[in-house]
C-alpha cells in the first residue's frame, strides 16, 4: 500500500535528473505516472524502468513550450485515466551567459520552456482537477528565482516568475480544493550541474551549510510530501531544499 494508491500523476521532464526521481518514487507510491520529456530514448527508458520495478508508467513526447501539443498530452492522459491527481512542473533548462551578451533567443526559449512550460500544462491539468474538486500541482522552481545569479538572468527570471505563478494559482484554485506549491532546490546532482567544473563545484559546496550538493531523492522527497495527505494545509508555499544555501 503506498499513499498515493490509485492516484493519477503527471510528471514534466521526467526522462532523467529530478524528474525521473519524483517519477520513480511516486510510482513506488502507487501512483500511475504519465512522463513528459523531449527525447524518446531517454523517456521510453525511464518508462521501461519504471514498470520493471512494478511501476505503472507511460511515457509521452511532449516539449512543454509548445501549448497545443502540452494541452493534447494532457487531455490524453485524462482520458485515459479518468482522473489526474497530481502535476509535478518539473521540466527544465538553462542557457547561462552575462546579461549584456545574451540573445533573444536564449532569453525566450527558457522562459519559454520554463515558466511557459509550468503555465501550459497547469490551464489544462486545473481544468480536470477543478471538476475533481480535489488535486496537487507542485512546481520545480529553484534557489535563484528567490536570490538571484550572475549569468542566469533568464533562467532566474523564469524560476522566480514560477514562485509568482505558484502563488497566484494557489489562490485562484484554492476554493476548488486544489492545493499548489513550489519547490526551490538549491545545487542537485543532476546533468544540469554535470558542466560545472571542480572547482566551480568547490565554491559552490563552500555556500552550502550542509556541506554537499543535493541528490535528486532528497527533491523528489519534498515532491512526495507535498502530493501526499500531510500537507493537506498547506498551499501557496516555496519549499526550500538547498542545504542551507538561501538562508
Ligand atoms: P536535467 O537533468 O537537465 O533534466 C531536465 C529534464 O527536463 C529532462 O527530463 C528534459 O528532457 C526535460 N526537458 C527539458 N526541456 C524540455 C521541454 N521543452 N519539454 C519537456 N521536457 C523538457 O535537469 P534537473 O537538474 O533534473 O532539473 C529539473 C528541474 O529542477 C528543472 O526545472 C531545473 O530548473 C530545476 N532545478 C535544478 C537544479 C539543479 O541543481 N539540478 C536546481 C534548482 C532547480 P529531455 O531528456 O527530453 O531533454
Known sequence: ????????????????????????????????????ATNAERGKAAESEIRAAGGRASFTVVDVADGAATTQAIETVAREFGRIDLLVNNAGMTRDGLVVRMSDEDFDRVVDVNLGGAFHCTRSVAKVMMRQKSGRIVN????????????????????????????????????????????????????????????????????????????????????????????????????????????
Do not use: H, W
Open 140 to 247: 520545480i522552481a529553484s534557489v535563484v528565482g528567490l536570490i538571484g545569479n550572475p549569468g542566469q538572468a533568464n533562467y532566474a527570471a523564469s524560476k522566480g516568475a514560477i514562485i509568482a505563478l505558484t502563488k497566484s494559482v494557489a489562490r485562484e484554485l484554492a476554493s476548488r480544493g486544489i492545493l499548489v506549491n513550489a519547490i526551490a532546490p538549491g545545487f542537485i546532482d543532476t546533468d544540469m550541474t554535470g558542466a560545472m567544473s571542480p572547482e566551480q563545484r568547490d565554491a559552490a559546496k563552500a555556500g552550502i551549510p550542509l556541506g554537499r550538493f543535493g541528490t535528486p531523492r532528497d527533491v523528489a522527497n519534498a515532491v512526495l510530501f507535498l502530493a501526499g495527505p500531510q500537507a493537506d494545509y498547506i498551499t501557496g508555499q516555496v519549499l526550500v531544499v538547498d542545504g542551507g544555501l538561501a538562508m
Open 1 to 36: 500500500m503506498g499513499i498515493l494508491d490509485g492516484k493519477t500523476a503527471i510528471v514534466t521532464g521526467a526522462s532523467r535528473g529530478i524528474g525521473l526521481e519524483c517519477a520513480r518514487l511516486l510510482a513506488v507510491e502507487g501512483a500511475n505516472v504519465a512522463l513528459f
